[in-house]
């Protein structure tokens, strides 16, 4: 065979065999046998072995996977993926809907889909070729995963029909139940351990450094929802149809409706049928369906406002409360968790269940021995959630909360509109001091490599380390010698500690453990004040006008700063070289033109993007703002901008600019 003829045969094979994929995965319609499919791809292997000039990364034989190892590549994602807020009840979802209407006056209609219970994924496809693949991650930047994505067959490496240049679809990775069940049989055989659930599996094979051995886990994929500029379609459930058109997996079980009944009535439905799908399924998920609507409404710092996860009721069984323990956090919480007679729930053992706090103790009126019901919250977390008062002993003791910490005998407190009692020994509490030091030096804050909650416990012990700031001062000589640390081992845990200085302001703050401050917190007090100085002498007015922070987090920050060990532990750290302030770095094009203006878009724009837009405005230092206010500079209208948006700006006499204004303000 020549060059020319292998050609052909080799593009043959490939149109072939992927039109049997789609049939087989995607359609469950399959039209040969798997005999003629095995012959069909080990003639096209051999056929891209003889001729390698062939070789497409998207070819069918690419499925298979490879045995190289590597490690995952962090990839910022252009798009944040966010979580959904849940819900578990009607009331709720009724809620949401009065929520949503109350930041439009325009008419939606509403989209439900299954909630799949996998992994989340992120495809962007260019040219109607699959180009990336990464986990949701922290929502900011997630693992490249590309190598073992392309292993499932329910995911098209090329598309077919009219599909957008570029664009990203989301969606989640599944393990089967016959899957899940065939794999944990063969894990029992060899003595392995199975795992817990089909979710666990899934994402534990996804992060597997070997994509023949993923190919050979038959994972599934949904997906559901698609992203990006020059869509041919503003309704969400019209894009998927399109999706579908183009070979993607969309669940069949999509539905619009119009109203909350109907909704209602696709929950009741599902909560049922759900039982009898393949794959794991832990709710449902309900979206306005129009874009347009979408974009008006925005998000939160965690979650959209247009779209919510009704949870369906957790699977419940009966078990003994035989003792209540308290754990102490590095915050200083005191959380009450139930010692429980072992029993089997949504397939795994539970012997331990939070109980949260006081008030959940009260109001359960816990009595020691009683028959508790247990659930897992969300799924994952198994909590009790009512007391068999049938069986309860006369003579049974309530259970009555402590009143001293259990690790240093501290008196608690409890604060005013606090549910959690706290010890408030937070430089002398053993666990408070040892957790905030596994939260410094974990993977989202400073992430320091060799460092893990057993050598900070070791450390701990010899009294080498006291606070974060101790980790610093730690020389070769001390570690060197430990149990289980030798000279290598004390290299590594020294040599990232040096490398963590590099670590950007956000993730620093972030690292300090502020209560209330959590990873999107820090970042938008980063980003907003630039220094720790600027943050340490903002007064709580100055704070909540940061978007997004409220008063309890900025009484937090003050009181924080407030204390006089706390601004020596960051002196320390900054003699160290921390990074406390934002790394100034002119990026091409940026300019002070727009700054000090609080500037807000809405509708849709031809000539360029929202996204676009709202890089702009922060380019030239100006302030996208989700909400009109009597602080907002300008409204950025396009086409079919909602009129409550506009009706408000008029009434606050607030500017009204297009696009092409907008540009000129910076001229």
Same mark, same amino acid.
């Given at each position: 065979?020549?060059?020319?003829?292998?050609?052909?045969?080799?593009?043959?094979?490939?149109?072939?065999?992927?039109?049997?994929?789609?049939?087989?995965?995607?359609?469950?319609?399959?039209?040969?046998?798997?005999?003629?499919?095995?012959?069909?791809?080990?003639?096209?292997?051999?056929?891209?072995?003889?001729?390698? *000039?062939?070789?497409? /990364? !998207?070819?069918?034989?690419?499925?298979? =996977?490879?045995?190289?190892? +590597?490690?995952?590549?962090? &990839? $910022?994602?252009?798009?944040?993926?966010?979580?959904?807020?849940?819900?578990?009840?009607?009331?709720?979802?009724?809620?949401?809907?009065?929520?949503?209407?109350?930041?439009?006056?325009?008419?939606?209609?509403?989209?439900?889909?299954?909630?799949?219970?996998?992994?989340?994924?992120?495809?962007?496809?260019?040219?109607?070729?699959?180009?990336?693949?990464?986990?949701?991650?922290?929502?900011?930047?997630?693992?490249?995963?590309?190598?073992?994505?392309?292993?499932?067959?329910?995911?098209?490496?090329?598309?077919?029909?009219?599909?957008?240049?570029?664009?990203?679809?989301?969606?989640?990775?599944?393990?089967?139940?016959?899957?899940?069940?065939?794999?944990?049989?063969?894990?029992?055989?060899?003595? *392995?351990?199975?795992? /817990? !659930?089909?979710?666990?599996?899934?994402? =534990?094979?996804?992060?597997? +450094?070997?994509?023949?051995? &993923? $190919?050979?886990?038959?994972?599934?994929?949904?997906?559901?929802?698609?992203?990006?500029?020059?869509?041919?379609?503003?309704?969400?459930?019209?894009?998927?149809?399109?999706?579908?058109?183009?070979?993607?997996?969309?669940?069949?079980?999509?539905?619009?409706?119009?109203?909350?009944?109907?909704?209602?009535?696709?929950?009741?439905?599902?909560?049922?049928?759900?039982?009898?799908?393949?794959?794991?399924?832990?709710?449902?998920?309900?979206?306005?369906?129009?874009?347009?609507?979408?974009?008006?409404?925005?998000?939160?710092?965690?979650?959209?406002?247009?779209?919510?996860?009704?949870?369906?009721?957790?699977?419940?069984?009966?078990?003994?409360?035989?003792?209540?323990?308290?754990?102490?956090?590095?915050?200083?919480?005191?959380?009450?968790?139930?010692?429980?007679?072992?029993?089997?729930?949504?397939?795994?053992?539970?012997?331990?269940?939070?109980?949260?706090?006081?008030?959940?103790?009260?109001?359960?009126?816990?009595?020691?021995?009683?028959?508790?019901?247990?659930?897992?919250?969300?799924?994952?977390?198994?909590?009790?959630?009512?007391?068999?008062?049938?069986?309860?002993?006369?003579?049974?003791?309530?259970?009555?909360?402590?009143?001293?910490?259990?690790?240093?005998?501290?008196?608690?407190?409890?604060?005013?509109?606090?549910?959690?009692?706290?010890?408030?020994?937070?430089?002398?509490?053993?666990?408070?001091?040892?957790?905030?030091?596994?939260?410094?030096?974990?993977?989202?804050?400073?992430?320091?490599?060799?460092?893990?909650?057993?050598?900070?416990?070791?450390?701990?012990?010899?009294?080498?380390?006291?606070?974060?700031?101790?980790?610093?001062?730690?020389?070769?000589?001390?570690?060197?010698?430990?149990?289980?640390?030798?000279?290598?081992?004390?290299?590594?845990?020294?040599?990232?500690?040096?490398?963590?200085?590099?670590?950007?302001?956000?993730?620093?703050?972030?690292?300090?453990?502020?209560?209330?401050?959590?990873?999107?917190?820090?970042?938008?007090?980063?980003?907003?004040?630039?220094?720790?100085?600027?943050?340490?002498?903002?007064?709580?007015?100055?704070?909540?006008?940061?978007?997004?922070?409220?008063?309890?987090?900025?009484?937090?920050?003050?009181?924080?700063?407030?204390?006089?060990?706390?601004?020596?532990?960051?002196?320390?750290?900054?003699?160290?070289?921390?990074?406390?302030?934002?790394?100034?770095?002119?990026?091409?094009?940026?300019?002070?033109?727009?700054?000090?203006?609080?500037?807000?878009?809405?509708?849709?724009?031809?000539?360029?993007?929202?996204?676009?837009?709202?890089?702009?405005?922060?380019?030239?230092?100006?302030?996208?703002?989700?909400?009109?206010?009597?602080?907002?500079?300008?409204?950025?209208?396009?086409?079919?901008?909602?009129?409550?948006?506009?009706?408000?700006?008029?009434?606050?006499?607030?500017?009204?600019?297009?696009?092409?204004?907008?540009?000129?303000?910076?001229?």
């Amino acid at each position: 065979m020549n060059q020319n003829e292998a050609a052909s045969q080799i593009a043959h094979l490939r149109e072939e065999l992927e039109k049997q994929n789609h049939n087989y995965y995607v359609l469950n319609n399959p039209t040969i046998d798997d005999f003629t499919f095995d012959q069909m791809l080990s003639e096209l292997i051999g056929l891209e072995t003889e001729f390698p *000039e062939f070789f497409d /990364a !998207n070819s069918p034989t690419q499925r298979v =996977g490879s045995d190289h190892n +590597q490690d995952f590549k962090q &990839v $910022a994602h252009k798009y944040q993926m966010l979580s959904l807020s849940n819900t578990y009840t009607e009331e709720e979802v009724q809620e949401f809907d009065q929520r949503a209407h109350k930041l439009t006056d325009e008419n939606f209609e509403y989209v439900c889909e299954l909630k799949f219970d996998g992994v989340s994924i992120s495809l962007t496809y260019e040219k109607g070729l699959l180009v990336k693949a990464v986990t949701r991650g922290d929502g900011e930047k997630g693992d490249d995963v590309t190598a073992n994505v392309k292993t499932i067959k329910s995911i098209p490496l090329r598309l077919k029909g009219d599909y957008p240049d570029e664009f990203e679809i989301r969606g989640e990775i599944l393990l089967p139940f016959s899957i899940f069940e065939m794999l944990n049989r063969d894990r029992e055989e060899i003595g *392995e351990q199975p795992f /817990a !659930n089909p979710r666990n599996a899934a994402s =534990g094979t996804l992060k597997m +450094q070997n994509s023949s051995v &993923v $190919a050979s886990r038959k994972l599934d994929a949904y997906l559901y929802y698609v992203l990006g500029d020059n869509l041919p379609d503003d309704g969400h459930i019209e894009l998927l149809h399109h999706a579908s058109q183009w070979g993607f997996k969309i669940s069949e079980h999509t539905r619009k409706c119009k109203n909350l009944q109907e909704i209602f009535d696709f929950l009741h439905e599902w909560n049922i049928k759900r039982k009898e799908l393949p794959v794991a399924t832990d709710g449902v998920v309900i979206k306005i369906n129009s874009s347009r609507i979408q974009q008006e409404l925005g998000f939160t710092a965690k979650s959209p406002r247009w779209a919510i996860a009704y949870k369906f009721k957790a699977e419940r069984v009966s078990t003994t409360l035989n003792s209540v323990s308290y754990q102490v956090g590095r915050t200083g919480a005191v959380t009450p968790v139930a010692n429980l007679t072992p029993v089997l729930l949504a397939g795994t053992v539970v012997k331990r269940a939070t109980l949260h706090n006081e008030d959940v103790i009260k109001s359960l009126d816990l009595h020691m021995g009683d028959t508790v019901f247990v659930e897992k919250g969300g799924e994952i977390i198994p909590k009790i959630v009512s007391v068999d008062l049938t069986g309860r002993h006369p003579m049974s003791e309530p259970i009555q909360f402590i009143e001293r910490c259990p690790e240093c005998n501290s008196l608690l407190i409890r604060q005013d509109g606090e549910s959690a009692w706290y010890c408030p020994n937070e430089t002398g509490c053993p666990p408070q001091i040892k957790g905030k030091l596994e939260h410094f030096i974990s993977r989202k804050a400073m992430n320091i490599d060799g460092l893990g909650s057993e050598t900070i416990e070791l450390l701990f012990q010899k009294k080498l380390i006291n606070d974060i700031a101790d980790l610093y001062d730690l020389k070769q000589s001390d570690l060197v010698g430990l149990d289980r640390l030798g000279e290598k081992s004390a290299t590594r845990i020294l040599d990232s500690l040096e490398t963590s200085k590099q670590v950007p302001f956000e993730r620093v703050l972030f690292a300090l453990g502020i209560r209330y401050v959590g990873e999107t917190v820090a970042k938008k007090l980063a980003r907003d004040l630039k220094s720790i100085e600027r943050i340490e002498t903002a007064s709580i007015e100055e704070l909540t006008g940061v978007e997004e922070i409220g008063s309890k987090i900025a009484e937090s920050l003050v009181n924080w700063f407030a204390d006089d060990r706390n601004k020596r532990l960051v002196d320390r750290l900054k003699s160290q070289n921390l990074r406390f302030e934002m790394k100034s770095e002119q990026k091409e094009g940026q300019t002070d033109k727009l700054k000090g203006l609080s500037i807000i878009i809405s509708g849709t724009f031809e000539k360029i993007s929202r996204d676009d837009l709202k890089a702009f405005i922060e380019l030239n230092g100006g302030k996208n703002v989700t909400s009109i206010s009597a602080k907002t500079n300008y409204l950025v209208a396009g086409e079919n901008i909602g009129p409550s948006k506009l009706e408000k700006a008029q009434k606050l006499k607030i500017p009204i600019i297009s696009e092409d204004d907008l540009l000129q303000l910076t001229n």
